[in-house]
């Protein structure tokens, strides 16, 4: 099995755990052995999907000002959450390949397996918001036409980064490639970095 195998099947039932309910205050309820790599992705697809529909209901034109001041706090804590867990995936990586001969010619790649994971994440949201849409019976004809379009736009697009990414991982195995994680060091969450909170009085 393939990491992305591991990965899409794990997405796929986060998305639809989560839409049992529907509900962006539902409670986790991860099966997976607690710091398994499995409990991390089920983990990681439940902030982003989380994340996906805080980001649908911010948009609602008539939300009221101060419920969407909260709720822009709950997705700037998510948003740290998913970078944390990113990183903490990373880390997984660094280990599990920490004693491989990094080859002569080995190059870097222009991100981590972690983060090309993250967008695998967020692209089988994608997947299942546009099939969604595909099944919808109140759209017109041209509606349905140019949702079944992107729809198969995205399934192209996750089978061609799950392969990219399952070579990426070979590689790294192999000593092709090498890994370096640097830590995200977001500036505006940091009351150390961010001038409007290090110059509050």
Same mark, same amino acid.
């Given at each position: 099995?393939?990491?992305?195998?591991?990965?899409?099947?794990?997405?796929?039932?986060?998305?639809?755990?989560?839409?049992?309910?529907?509900?962006?205050?539902?409670?986790?309820?991860?099966?997976?052995?607690?710091?398994?790599?499995?409990?991390?992705?089920?983990?990681?697809?439940?902030?982003?999907?989380?994340?996906?529909?805080?980001?649908?209901?911010?948009?609602?034109?008539? !939300?009221?000002?101060?419920?969407? =001041?909260? /709720? &822009?706090?709950?997705?700037?804590?998510?948003?740290?959450? +998913? %970078? @944390?867990?990113?990183?903490?995936?990373?880390?997984?990586?660094?280990?599990?390949?920490?004693?491989?001969?990094?080859?002569?010619?080995?190059?870097?790649?222009?991100?981590?397996?972690?983060?090309? !994971?993250?967008?695998?994440?967020? =692209?089988? /949201? &994608?997947?299942?918001?546009?099939?969604?849409?595909?099944? +919808? %019976? @109140?759209?017109?004809?041209?509606?349905?036409?140019?949702?079944?379009?992107?729809?198969?736009?995205?399934?192209?697009?996750?089978?061609?980064?799950?392969?990219?990414?399952?070579?990426?991982?070979?590689?790294?195995?192999?000593?092709?490639?090498?890994? &370096?994680?640097?830590?995200?060091?977001?500036?505006?969450?940091?009351?150390?970095?961010?001038?409007?909170?290090?110059?509050?009085?």
């Amino acid at each position: 099995m393939t990491f992305t195998e591991l990965c899409n099947p794990i997405f796929v039932q986060v998305i639809n755990d989560y839409h049992k309910t529907d509900n962006v205050d539902t409670p986790i309820n991860n099966p997976y052995e607690l710091k398994s790599i499995e409990y991390y992705l089920y983990l990681k697809n439940w902030i982003d999907t989380v994340q996906w529909h805080f980001e649908d209901i911010i948009r609602d034109p008539n !939300i009221n000002p101060v419920e969407a =001041l909260v /709720l &822009k706090r709950r997705i700037d804590k998510s948003n740290q959450d +998913r %970078t @944390d867990l990113v990183e903490l995936i990373d880390s997984y990586f660094l280990d599990k390949y920490k004693d491989v001969r990094i080859k002569a010619d080995a190059t870097i790649n222009t991100e981590s397996p972690a983060w090309a !994971i993250d967008r695998l994440s967020i =692209l089988a /949201l &994608k997947i299942y918001h546009m099939s969604q849409e595909v099944e +919808r %019976t @109140d759209t017109t004809p041209e509606h349905h036409a140019q949702c079944e379009k992107k729809l198969n736009i995205l399934l192209e697009q996750q089978k061609d980064l799950s392969s990219a990414i399952d070579q990426l991982i070979t590689d790294i195995e192999a000593g092709c490639k090498y890994m &370096k994680v640097y830590k995200q060091m977001k500036m505006y969450n940091d009351p150390a970095l961010n001038p409007v909170l290090y110059g509050k009085k």
